[in-house]
């Protein structure tokens, strides 16, 4: 009797010490990790008018708001790229997040070198690619894939009888920057899908300097025209809206890129290519959360993953575009997918 007296005395004292650690165990962080899933998205630029930021933003909310312990925070690195390094080394070394997430090609070379000062913190770099960093996923979309799937079409279109189609075979590509992706991969697609498409083709390829510039986009765009190109391609942020404007005032035809363009200019963007960053940011956040994620691994995706693809599905593209043209797209694509 007495022995277990004394031992619902000390059982009632344990439970005491535990509670009363408990809030000293939370301040240090010691359970931080059970309860709650901290992800920072850092957008390298601004997110307004950039789809393939908006849909890197969607797919980490959406994993996050599928579970109780998640959290997200989206925080804008802003357009002076020298800058970037330093605001995610400060993200770093809050040691706040369990996961910071960002996109674009110039982002696995930055967060590599932030990663050797932190080594413990993990990062997702979508629309990029290195191998080998135990603390570092990337998954990279196929752009030549994506800007060939542009070029078939604007060489379709260039050489047709459509409406803004002159006599000339010539076509334009106007990006923001010049980087590697952009030189050896989207350029060449667009170049390559357009000869395969009607032979001799000339590419104008202007670079407006930076993502955000839409008069300056527009001007590049007018000066294409002018010169003789009906079908434009803008991969330049949200300087593609003054891309846009041009090809409006002055007659030309537009495709849209990374996401589905059709109703912010019927029968102007007549053409789509779209890359699925919501959904592969989705997927990859959740194998995140879940501790599935082969951190140290660079994936590749593209039309046969289904992560490239032309937008041929919206009403829109079967108004404006002859019935011909779609059905020798059609063909291509269906030879690409297999
Ligand atoms: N694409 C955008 O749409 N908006 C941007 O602000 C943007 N900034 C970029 C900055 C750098 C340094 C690099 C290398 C690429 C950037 N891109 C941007 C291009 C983007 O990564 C991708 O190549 C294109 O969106 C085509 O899918």
Redesign the pocket.
Known sequence: MKFSGTSAVLRIIMVIVVILMVPSLLAAGGIRETSEYRIAVF????TA?????EMLAQGVQRAADEYDHVRANIIEGG?N?GEWADKIAAIAAQGAHDLIVT?????PEIVNEISQQFPQQKFVVM??FLEGNPSIYTLR?N?YQ?AYLAGYFAGLVTASSMEQANSRLKIGLVA??E????NRS?LPGFTDGAADAAGEIEVDFRVVG???DASRGKELARDMINAGADVLLP????A?YGVLEAAIEYGAYVIW??TSGYSKAPGVIIGSTA?A?DESTYHTIVRAIEGDLPFGQADQAGISEHAVRFVDDDPLFSEHVPEQIRSALQERITQLSQ
């Open positions: 957008i390298p630029g601004v008018g950039s789809p393939i930021y357009t790229q996109s674009n090609p110039a982002m629309d990029g979309y752009q994506q923001g920057q980087y590697p992706d952009m989207i930076n993502w955000y991969v330049a942020g949200g593609n890129y990374d890359i960053q």
